[in-house]
């Protein structure tokens, strides 16, 4: 009892131990420390992502082009709103909690319950939506052309705007099947191949004399790169991907070697490689933190249903739990700016 | 904490309502960006990066003060919470980012072409 609640100290017994120095009880105290370290780690991740984005400055990707995707709205570029509406949700599941512990200093049962509830629903919506944007994320929309150099190419159309590989590549005669286990000897097997070959595209290209080429680099607008006979002279803007001449388009093409569609640990059509890691990694661990939560949430809101707390005269567990639910949104309002904002 | 039991109910929705403004002015800024803040660079980023960082701090401290009920606790306990993590995070990037601008510089200006 006394190492889970907080009461008051009226014996003033220095050396006696059951001080509380900070004013607050020994699990509370702990629940801060332990909100401290886990905020360090992921400040190492997100200096991480810093870090990597420095490096790569000129060709990171552009995160308005990237996550573009909403519910029932197929084929219309809505830039961060379903990022937004997810913002919202965990933020309102945040308020519902804190609700919820305001209800339990007044020992009122019900309204804890019913908070804790929408709070667990919040947090289950969060996760669910952060899934349905790594399965967008997964499976790409455009795809995109690896060269030898490593560097990743990506599709347009003479006006400036992005077209798909199935858009305009032709279908050739396959001779190259995916090796699966039922095909293989001894567990061999390998991962998916591309909808398309490297020759399709390229022929798809040349049949198409439209298209042209866009490179990673973002765009910048100064005298060497106006007079770059390699560019675009008329669809470049400025802080945006480089888009090419035909000519020079034909030229890089030439040295293409893979298909990339989608998103993957090694590869992923939206631009630099170590972009999907850091995607994957971040937004994972965050949501194994939301989905934590979520169960540390719904052991509490039994123990209230229980009564457990209503024995104990006590709602500091819930206390407790909103902490560190309230450092889950608080890492996402983080992880939300570095990631789809700046 | 335990000795006040005024329900803070109020302040609660006023910060909700707060955070929700700052995150739609965000979403707003993030899809129009606009040029006079885009392209105007001031201490080594643009203005409308400086306004996002400002703002992400601006509802981190609500989330903390408000809903995380700092304001509440005492001074010390407040110090020990947020001065190490401050002081952590801004030596940490401060190293990192340095660093990465280094290798930018290198591989920019040097030979050296190597993707990892």
Known sequence: MGSTVTTANSEENTWGGGNEPMGASYGKLMMWFFIVSDALTFSGFLAAYGFSRFKFIETWPLADEVFTHFPFLHGVSAPMYYVALMTFILIFSSVTMVLAVDAGHHLNKAKVTFYMFLTIIGGLIFVGSQAWEWSNFIRGEYGAIETKGGSLLQFVDNTGHRVKLSDFAVSLPKEREQLTKSKGKWFMEEGTLPTYTVAEVQAGFKAHPELLIRTEVIYEDNATTKADPKNNPTLNKIKHKTILTRAESEHRLANATVVVEGANLIRNEYGSKLFADFFFFITGFHGFHVFSGVIINIIIFFNVLLGTYEKRRSYEMVEKVGLYWHFVDLVWVFVFTVFYLV | ?116
């Open chain 2, 1 to 116: 904490m335990s000795d006040v039991h005024v329900s803070n109910t109020k302040r609660i929705w006023f910060v909700f309502g707060l955070l929700s403004v700052v995150t739609t002015v965000e979403v707003f800024l993030g899809i129009i960006k606009p040029e006079s803040l885009h392209l105007t660079h001031f201490l080594g980023m643009n203005l409308l990066n400086w306004i996002f960082y400002i703002l992400t701090i601006f509802k981190a401290y609500y989330i903390v003060w408000a809903f995380m009920h700092m304001e509440g606790e005492k001074s010390i306990l407040r110090k020990v919470v947020v001065v190490p993590v401050i002081f952590l995070v801004i030596y940490l990037l401060f190293i990192l980012l340095t660093e990465a601008d280094y290798i930018f510089e290198v591989f920019k200006n040097s030979t050296i072409k190597w993707n990892f």
